[in-house]
């Protein structure tokens, strides 16, 4: 017998570990078994599991579970990232915390043995943590980014690209680290807003007959000035471009150009351009052949390049210098305070430095345009579609991207350098030195250089690198390209552009037939989750409370929003109480001895009522099988939901209770085993969403399916079940009695009767088969609407409710019940409340200030209020509308 409860402390990792034991992760070894792939978006090997990573892991291992029961051979091939910058963090610090010298002093070698030690020691909490979701990945093939394997592949894609003229080292700007000392990506940038000023300084016209007013937020910049713009068609500035001004402190002169980059509107129109030290100048300095001076050192101080009272100076120091000395020199016009975004680095909290440097580079517009090609024809669908409208803007507009890191930690760039600069590039040092030696005729001592590549590269090869590329192994053959790919819409840019780059690239075709992207998880008032905020909700907290099933659910049903996830434990503890009701559903059924006879087949049912539940299982299976399909994981959810809660736990079971202690033991016998069959197909269609729970069930419920003939539930087959099995008969009379009892249960509710009262259910206009529905099922409709008795009059009597229901009109008498005069006056109340917060909230939804102005979340809110609101307001005049029909 089942035990009360379903305890997920004492069963998940039980579960788990029978089947990670069983090998039931890996894919079938059926070679005539249709392939089915994923690769999980890999982890920082720093990480721990965030509410993001549950909800993306928990739709990968949803649709790997779905495709292992359809009797695919289905990989899910885990691996972890070993994310450059963050683990030197990491490192550094612990290194820093337990007294030992640091990792200039330490030396590469001697630091880098210290990160493996590390990654040894902690490496595996995510993956762990993973496990604690039920994530049933294929943990035999997991990988690393820096294993051996990977490490060969990306030596080899460098190689190649270097050798076809598509990587390269050049000189440009990149966002720069002054704390790590490094480029880093554009994800790795986060923008704050700050307290900060424009400051308004004079530069004198070269031959003194003016002045020229610029504004700049950083003042220190403007010792690498190289030019000041004005718009072309700006008539103020007309007789002044092609002259110079004298740009104080530095007292150099600079030309003024004319570039359609300054905007007229803006403060002065005229504006001081740094090439050397912001994007916008950067490209300025292309267009008009400007000089560009570099006047920062690696960490942020100011360099040689500017006047020697500033050369070592910090960053924000010489900027109080340079704006005491314009002031000093009567050149300081104005400062004017503001608040504005200034990018800072997501780990170091450092403001980032646009920095000129020479670094290695690849020619992603070449390589993006079969990448673009792919998705217009339709050979990698993006989920929902209008993220593709995201990928094609980026890839249409693509920058060379920067692959090298100021690091230690990371794969090292395979290149080497002669003692005159020359570059060898090659997969090995024994390579280098051979084309050294062909080049020099002798041997020459070799400096590999010192940077590592970005993260990004090397997982951009994961969907074919993991799979044993460049060798031709099976699992490649088999498993690539890969089939969905399930991600959030952050790194579409980063990490899916640069797969599919690289991945047609290499191997000639997509890395994936479909890109799911995920939703982004808010707090409950649909606010982002941050630990500023004290909003962070941490899954394994979730799954200690609720279960791991519980999350699962919530982030499943709730994952296909047009907008984000709202999540909160409220949700979640109702979805709880939902594997709840199964339980208690499973426990009613063996209770009541329901058990899968020996060669039941649904097709030869005769009860009405078990004719009726094998329809709606067969319309379930086929809907949640559609929904998985397409990734309406939401739809499944929600499907399984309606039916598991509503027609099975309540309606089947409630009907079937006078069947099962009824006198007729043939419809007793089909009834106990037509439950067990449904209960058995309900299992096979939750189990993706609700592993844990429902591999459970099916253990203990083993005697109620003694013909089940499957062992595990995570490899049992997913139900196949044919159309013919729908009853539209059954439907019919099942139907009337459920829609009886609902809107029966609904008036009563709206008119606030009491719970105790036990009016009459009269049947006044109905068709000779309806009213032998009602009669066959009288003293059943009378127990789940609590009502005293089914009557069959002719007209409905003195203070009587009518209603209709599939063409039948039934009355229920409430008028002894309910003041009729009162409610009447307190649903006109309601409804005007409604319409007033109706009106409110139109006015503001219609002030198109307010839409543009407020807050995303504010402006959600309002909808949804008003959404409310009216659904409120529809319901309560429909309650008015029977008391006015009151007879």
Known sequence: MLEKNFDPKTAEQRLYDMWEGSGAFAPSADPAAEPFSIVIPPPNVTGSLHIGHALNNTLQDVLIRF????????????????????????????????????????????????????????????????????????????????????????????????????????????????????????????????????????????????????????????????????????????????????????????????????????????????????????????????????????????????????????????????????????????????????????????????????????????????????????????????????????????????????????????????????????????????????????????????????TWFSSGLWPFSTMGWPEKTSDLERFYPTSTLVTGFDIIFFWVARMMMMGIHFMGEVPFDRVFINALVRDAEGKKMSKSKGNVMDPLELVDDYGADALRFTLTAMSGQARDIKLSRQRIEGYRNFGTKLWNAARFAQVNGCARAEGFDPANVKGVLNRWIVGETVRTAHAVTRSLEGCSFDGAANGLYRFIWNTFCDWYVELSKPLLNGTDEALKAETQATAAWALDVILKLLHPVMPFLTEELWAQTADLGAARGEGMLITARWPQLADTLIDPDADAEIGLIVAAVSEGRSVKAELNVPHSARPPLLVIDATDAQRGVFKANAAVIAQTLRVAEVSFVDQAPQGAIPFVVNGATLALPVAEFIDLTAERARLAKEIAGHASDIAHVMKKLGNPAFVANAKEEVVEENRERLAESEAAKTKLEHALSLLEAVV
């Not at 031959?207 to 007013?213: L, P, Q």
């Not at 002169?253 to 007229?264: G, K, R, S």
């Not at 995201?390 to 100021?406: A, D, H, K, L």
Request: glycine share 8%; aromatic share 10%.
């Open 67 to 454: 495709e292992r029961m359809r009797g695919k051979a289905a990989l899910w091939l885990p691996g972890t990232d070993h994310a450059g910058i963050a683990t030197q963090m990491v490192v550094e610090r612990q290194l820093a915390a337990a007294g030992n010298i640091g990792r200039r002093d330490m030396g590469r070698d001697e630091f880098i043995a210290k990160v493996w030690e590390w990654k040894a020691q902690s490496g595996g909490t995510i993956t762990n943590q993973l496990r604690r979701l039920g994530a049933s990945c294929d943990w035999s093939r997991e990988r690393f980014t820096l294993d051996d394997g990977l490490s060969a592949a990306v030596r080899k894609v460098f190689v190649t690209l270097h050798k076809q003229g598509l990587i390269y080292r050049d000189k440009r700007l990149v966002n720069w680290d002054p704390h790590f000392q490094t480029a880093i990506s554009d994800i790795e940038v986060e923008q704050k807003e700050v307290d900060g000023a424009f400051y308004h300084f004079a530069y004198p016209l070269e031959d003194g007959s003016g002045e020229i007013v610029v504004a700049t937020t950083r003042p220190e910049t403007m010792l690498g000035d190289t030019a000041v713009a004005v718009h072309p068609s700006d008539e103020r500035y007309q007789g002044l471009i092609g002259r110079a001004v004298r740009l104080p402190i530095v007292n150099r002169p600079v030309p003024i150009i004319a570039d359609e980059y300054a905007d007229p509107e803006k403060g002065s129109g005229a504006v001081k351009i740094t090439p050397a030290h912001d994007f916008n100048d950067y490209q300025v300095g292309k267009r008009n052949n400007l000089p560009m001076i570099n006047i920062f050192t690696e960490d942020a101080k100011i360099n040689e390049n500017a006047p020697a009272e500033y050369q070592g100076l910090d960053r924000f120091a010489a900027r109080k210098k340079v704006v005491a000395a314009f002031e000093e020199l009567g050149l300081l016009r104005e400062i004017e305070k503001t608040r504005h975004a200034v990018p800072h680095g997501d780990r170091s909290g450092v403001v980032i430095e646009p920095y000129l440097t020479d670094q290695w580079y690849v020619d992603a517009k070449v390589l993006a345009q079969p990448a673009i090609k792919a998705v217009e024809e339709g050979r990698t669908v993006f989920e929902p579609r209008h993220w593709e409208k995201t990928y094609f803007e980026w890839m249409r507009n693509i920058e060379p991207w920067c692959i090298s890191r100021q690091l230690w930690w990371g794969h090292r760039i395979p290149a080497w350098y002669g003692p005159d600069g020359k570059i060898f590039v090659a997969e090995s040092e024994e390579g280098a030195k051979a084309a050294a030696r062909e080049h020099y005729g002798h041997d020459e001592p070799l400096r590999q250089d010192d940077d590592v590549l970005d």
